[in-house]
């Protein structure tokens, strides 16, 4: 998904694991959105193991489902914004052309 195993290990050690909701709420428009990720998210608190070991997958397979996918084919000149509050980005490899991409942070406040 994106991230190598080392990666991740790296990550995961320059952030130490931290709770927040499952369920947030978009500060300007108040529309609820999923919080969860196969990479970052280890368990709901509250809920048993075997609780987890069900709800967890669910939500993860629903966020990534196809009726809530924007395709996006990129093109010379393309640009693209997305709002991490209310979205999950997948990069997939399907292309072999070099490409240069800035990222520009815009700041706001988060999800709640």
């Not at 991230?3 to 995961?12: C, S």
């Not at 009726?67 to 399907?94: I, K």
Request: glycine share 4%.
């Amino acid at each position: 998904d994106g991230h190598t195993n080392l990666d991740l290990a790296e990550i995961q050690q320059r952030c130490p694991p931290v709770e927040h909701r499952v369920v947030v709420t978009h500060p300007e428009t108040g529309r609820k959105a999923l919080f969860v990720n196969r990479n970052s998210t280890s368990h709901i608190v509250g809920l048993s193991e075997r609780e987890n070991e069900v709800l967890l997958p669910f939500l993860c397979d629903h966020v990534r489902a196809p009726e809530f996918q924007c395709r996006f084919r990129w093109e010379a000149g393309s640009l693209a914004f997305w709002d991490n509050r209310a979205v999950q980005h997948n990069a997939v490899p399907d292309y072999r052309e070099r490409r240069v991409m800035r990222r520009v942070t815009i700041a706001g406040p988060c999800a709640r």
